[in-house]
């Protein structure tokens, strides 16, 4: 009897902590995109796309490719079972299961439901009783996956990717519990993430290893939140602050040097853009300055030197890595979609950090370019990377034998409506512009917004308040870098025409004036039911240049309107003469 009631209890904590989906630790307060309705006819589009096609089709991928058969086979150990793939392909799964629990959330789908529950209990069954789940070590283990290991943790700071198999299993553990309430995979994932805090760890009793691929930092973080528990920050912060004093010191994986001791983007892209993110959400989380400015540092040089013009990042095929600075080859160009993926996750938590809207005009010009050129209009096939430059060459597939792009696609397109605002105690921050209806909480109190636009093709924008009673607070407009001459937060790119955009804010038909304040058109008032906020960003087409050290871009332009970088297409045609 008493089991049980202190099972309730602990049940009744979890939920009760895990509905306060914003105690982030950040000073700015993200909105849920569970609070925010898309109706938009741009994103809108992708979102549906992504609901009816690519989530469905990564879950077909996933059985036909083998990856559920890995569960099965490790819950069945043998050494006749073959052991095949890539070592993080058990993160397929995990990717595609978080998208659909965030589509869910929104568009409740019984069947998914009861899908993702079969697919919960293979997964269930491949955990070890000690709660270390890695099908590729399990299925046979005496003959365990070249990149694996004779042991545990043996090659995780090399390729056995076993930490990066828990970080989005608990990524997409916690998107299913805050989707339906059920515990069946949070439990799977606190199982094995408790097995990882027991057994890695700078103590002699513990294997101290920093992850060879990161994202675990970011899901821990994000497990101490919902579960209450400081270990699993702590365990983050750990695997974050040994790192460039373990076994392997490498550029390629960033553990060439400690964390705060490291100035510039280097390496792998994806590796480094996710690590940069955990850093930021374990600064928030624990204060820690010293994490703060190390991440301003790195974000200063991939925006100064390192960044496509299209929110690209990640310059060279080897290694899928970062260049040296000014290294921004168009043609061999790599720019993978999950370092797309990366980059907007690290801009929009520095943006948390800071309130500046010049991270978000990161965020933008690379959600409109450099990430969502990694996926179809249909949803139904990809680029894994997205080059500024081709002749042919380069065509959209529906899988890859390497899936990180297509599952990380499936699991980020349905998260883009919790980009749009975010609140800090009586600021309201209007970041994106997509028509949507969204419920916010601003001093505890509820405020309606209504968007309608046309955005990026227009640059008008509306929007509706119905606060509950009368609220005072700052409605905090973004007016992007790109309306106020500025392509990206550095000299790495400017205008080259002599244009100058202009715009207006009107509250209630009435135009306002307003000093722009971090990038942000303050409208402070006591708001009411039926204010309207008209806003009109003139748009026209400029062109573009690059610094002169990008050695590729010289002599050259791009155009681009609004946040929107244009692609240009031509074919090459043979005139044949002949002479009679």
Same mark, same amino acid.
């Given at each position: 009897?008493?089991?049980?009631?202190?099972?309730?209890?602990?049940?009744?904590?979890?939920?009760?902590?895990?509905?306060?989906?914003?105690?982030?630790?950040?000073?700015?307060?993200?909105?849920?995109?569970?609070?925010?309705?898309?109706?938009?006819?741009?994103?809108?589009?992708?979102?549906?796309?992504?609901?009816?096609?690519?989530?469905?089709?990564?879950?077909?991928?996933?059985?036909?490719?083998?990856?559920?058969?890995?569960?099965?086979?490790?819950?069945?150990?043998?050494?006749?079972?073959?052991?095949?793939?890539?070592?993080?392909?058990?993160?397929?799964?995990?990717?595609?299961?978080?998208?659909?629990?965030?589509?869910?959330?929104?568009?409740?789908?019984?069947?998914?439901?009861?899908?993702?529950?079969?697919?919960?209990?293979?997964?269930?069954?491949?955990?070890?009783?000690?709660?270390?789940?890695?099908?590729?070590?399990?299925?046979?283990?005496?003959?365990?996956?070249?990149?694996?290991?004779?042991?545990?943790?043996?090659?995780?700071?090399?390729?056995?990717?076993?930490?990066?198999?828990?970080?989005?299993?608990?990524?997409?553990?916690?998107?299913?519990?805050?989707?339906?309430?059920?515990?069946?995979?949070?439990?799977?994932?606190?199982?094995?993430?408790?097995?990882?805090?027991?057994?890695?760890?700078?103590?002699?009793?513990?294997?101290? $290893?920093?992850?060879?691929?990161? *994202? %675990?930092?970011?899901?821990? @973080?994000?497990?101490?939140?919902? #579960?209450?528990? /400081?270990? !699993?920050?702590?365990?983050?912060?750990?695997?974050?602050?040994?790192?460039?004093?373990?076994?392997?010191?490498?550029?390629?994986?960033?553990?060439?040097?400690?964390?705060?001791?490291?100035?510039?983007?280097?390496?792998?892209?994806?590796?480094?853009?996710?690590?940069?993110?955990?850093?930021?959400?374990?600064?928030?989380?624990?204060?820690?300055?010293?994490?703060?400015?190390?991440?301003?540092?790195?974000?200063?040089?991939? $925006?100064?030197?390192?960044?496509? *013009? %299209?929110?690209?990042?990640? @310059?060279?095929?080897?290694?899928? #890595?970062?260049? /040296?600075? !000014?290294?921004?080859?168009?043609?061999?160009?790599?720019?993978?979609?999950?370092?797309?993926?990366?980059?907007?996750?690290?801009?929009?938590?520095?943006?948390?950090?800071?309130?500046?809207?010049?991270?978000?005009?990161?965020?933008?010009?690379?959600?409109?370019?450099?990430?969502?050129?990694?996926?179809?209009?249909?949803?139904?096939?990809?680029?894994?990377?997205?080059?500024?430059?081709?002749?042919?060459?380069?065509?959209?597939?529906?899988?890859?034998?390497?899936?990180?792009?297509?599952?990380?696609?499936?699991?980020?397109?349905? #998260?883009?409506?919790?980009?749009?605002?975010?609140?800090?105690?009586?600021?309201?921050?209007?970041?994106?512009?997509?028509?949507?209806?969204?419920?916010?909480?601003?001093?505890?109190?509820?405020?309606?917004?209504?968007?309608?636009?046309?955005?990026?093709?227009?640059?008008?924008?509306?929007?509706?308040?119905?606060?509950?009673?009368?609220?005072?607070?700052?409605?905090?407009?973004?007016?992007?870098?790109?309306?106020?001459?500025?392509?990206?937060?550095?000299?790495?790119?400017?205008?080259?025409?002599?244009?100058?955009?202009?715009?207006?804010?009107?509250?209630?038909?009435?135009?306002?004036?307003?000093?722009?304040?971090?990038?942000?058109?303050?409208?402070?008032?006591?708001?009411?039911?039926?204010?309207?906020?008209?806003?009109?960003?003139?748009?026209?087409?400029?062109?573009?240049?690059?610094?002169?050290?990008?050695?590729?871009?010289?002599?050259?332009?791009?155009?681009?309107?609004?946040?929107?970088?244009?692609?240009?297409?031509?074919?090459?045609?043979?005139?044949?003469?002949?002479?009679?």
């Amino acid at each position: 009897m008493n089991r049980l009631i202190i099972s309730l209890l602990l049940l009744t904590s979890f939920i009760s902590i895990a509905q306060k989906t914003t105690n982030t630790g950040y000073p700015i307060t993200p909105v849920p995109f569970t609070s925010v309705q898309v109706t938009d006819a741009f994103w809108g589009q992708r979102i549906k796309a992504s609901r009816e096609t690519t989530i469905p089709l990564a879950f077909m991928k996933c059985e036909e490719t083998g990856r559920y058969e890995n569960f099965i086979m490790a819950a069945h150990p043998s050494e006749n079972n073959k052991v095949e793939g890539f070592t993080f392909d058990d993160t397929d799964v995990y990717k595609t299961i978080e998208g659909a629990s965030y589509s869910m959330q929104t568009y409740p789908n019984k069947k998914l439901s009861k899908y993702i529950d079969s697919l919960i209990t293979i997964i269930g069954k491949a955990q070890e009783p000690d709660g270390y789940l890695y099908t590729f070590r399990t299925m046979n283990p005496e003959h365990t996956h070249e990149w694996a290991g004779s042991k545990r943790w043996e090659k995780e700071e090399d390729l056995s990717h076993e930490l990066y198999n828990l970080g989005h299993m608990v990524e997409g553990a916690i998107a299913h519990y805050q989707a339906t309430g059920k515990r069946n995979f949070i439990d799977i994932a606190i199982k094995f993430a408790d097995c990882a805090v027991r057994e890695v760890g700078d103590k002699q009793s513990k294997t101290m $290893v920093v992850p060879g691929h990161q *994202i %675990t930092e970011m899901a821990l @973080a994000k497990l101490s939140v919902v #579960s209450g528990d /400081k270990k !699993y920050l702590d365990f983050a912060k750990l695997l974050l602050d040994e790192r460039g004093h373990t076994h392997i010191k490498s550029e390629y994986s960033q553990s060439h040097k400690p964390v705060l001791e490291q100035e510039e983007a280097a390496g792998h892209a994806v590796r480094a853009s996710y690590m940069y993110s955990g850093m930021a959400d374990v600064a928030a989380l624990t204060g820690d300055e010293d994490y703060i400015h190390a991440i301003d540092k790195i974000w200063d040089n991939i $925006v100064s030197k390192k960044l496509y *013009i %299209t929110g690209g990042i990640g @310059a060279t095929g080897h290694g899928e #890595s970062f260049g /040296k600075n !000014y290294e921004l080859p168009n043609m061999s160009a790599y720019c993978e979609t999950c370092a797309a993926i990366g980059n907007v996750y690290l801009n929009y938590r520095l943006f948390l950090l800071h309130g500046n809207s010049k991270y978000y005009d990161v965020l933008e010009r690379t959600l409109y370019n450099g990430l969502i050129s990694g996926v179809s209009l249909d949803g139904g096939s990809f680029f894994y990377p997205n080059p500024l430059e081709s002749i042919g060459q380069h065509q959209r597939q529906a899988w890859f034998g390497c899936a990180c792009c297509p599952s990380n696609i499936s699991r980020f397109i349905p #998260s883009v409506p919790g980009y749009i605002y975010a609140v800090d105690e009586s600021d309201v921050y209007v970041n994106l512009f997509m028509s949507n209806e969204s419920d916010l909480e601003v001093k505890g109190k509820s405020l309606k917004l209504k968007q309608t636009t046309n955005y990026p093709w227009s640059g008008n924008i509306n929007i509706n308040l119905a606060p509950k009673g009368k609220q005072k607070f700052t409605l905090k407009v973004r007016v992007p870098g790109w309306l106020q001459n500025s392509v990206v937060p550095s000299n790495l790119y400017s205008y080259t025409d002599k244009k100058s955009l202009n715009f207006s804010v009107k509250v209630n038909g009435k135009t306002v004036s307003s000093t722009i304040n971090k990038g942000y058109f303050d409208i402070n008032k006591t708001w009411k039911k039926g204010d309207k906020v008209e806003i009109n960003f003139e748009m026209e087409p400029r062109t573009v240049k690059a610094h002169p050290a990008v050695e590729a871009d010289r002599g050259k332009v791009s155009i681009e309107r609004g946040p929107i970088v244009y692609c240009a297409e031509w074919y090459q045609i043979m005139i044949l003469i002949f002479s009679v």
